[in-house]
């Protein structure tokens, strides 16, 4: 089945410094992978995907992804954190080849950004 | 647009007692989701629809019934409480073909 594994708990990074929100992943085939940002008493917003080509993909409020297919993971980056950013994060893979897209999350991590 | 939106937001019952969440999209999206979401656990899928008129069962489904009557709303019912199923739900709705999944802002229900 397939799976991801989102290693920490929590991240701490002070404003401005650049965050790594770590994600690793086991599939059968090609991975599709997300990233989720959940704010207090929200929903899940889409922050970006990795379907296919470049390994680094660009999502919204200037976050980024890079996808590594040797080590099978998919952090989640951004070069300077702002107070706002933190929130609830979370990793996904959609589950099955073809047909009906499930997606399989994480665990979360929950990144705090100090001022 | 409104996007998905869910009633009640907050709700406490009873052990037995019964209730039926509502999600309700404008987006025109065919795929519909329930998850539930528990400290440690992530999002968990409950049951999910491809289309109005039909239901298939998620992750995990006991306990929980649901109904697509039409394509805009997707109701959860829970027919008899129980403690274990205190908890943030979570519907969502989506496009075929694509894979973003749009949420509502949860209903938070407490089984006393």
């Known amino acids: 089945a397939q799976s991801v594994a989102q290693p920490e708990d929590q991240v701490n990074v002070a404003e401005g410094n650049p965050l790594t929100v770590k994600c690793t992943y086991s599939v059968s085939g090609n991975p599709y992978l997300f990233w989720y940002v959940q704010y207090p008493n929200r929903g899940l917003q889409f922050l970006l995907k990795y379907i296919t080509g470049d390994n680094l993909v660009k999502g919204s409020y200037g976050f980024e992804a890079e996808f590594n297919k040797s080590q099978t993971s998919f952090h989640l980056k951004k070069p300077s954190a702002l107070v706002s950013d933190s929130a609830l994060y979370f990793c996904a893979v959609r589950d099955g080849y073809t047909g009906f897209q499930k997606l399989v999350f994480g665990t979360g991590t929950r990144l705090l950004v100090s001022p | 647009n409104a996007g998905v939106t869910q009633t009640p937001k907050f709700r406490v019952l009873k052990t037995g007692q019964s209730m039926t969440l509502l999600c309700a999209q404008d987006?025109?999206?065919?795929?519909m989701y329930w998850y539930r979401q528990d400290p440690g656990m992530g999002l968990r899928l409950i049951h999910y629809?491809?289309?109005?008129?039909?239901?298939a069962k998620g992750e995990v489904p006991d306990g929980y019934n649901v109904s697509r009557l039409k394509k805009q709303n997707f109701l959860l019912g829970l027919e008899s409480a129980a403690p274990s199923q205190t908890s943030v739900y979570f519907c969502a709705s989506s496009y075929p073909g694509q894979y973003e999944q749009y949420f509502g802002p949860g209903t938070r229900l407490t089984v006393t």
């Open positions: 987006m025109n999206h065919e795929y």
């Open positions: 629809s491809v289309g109005e008129g039909t239901t």
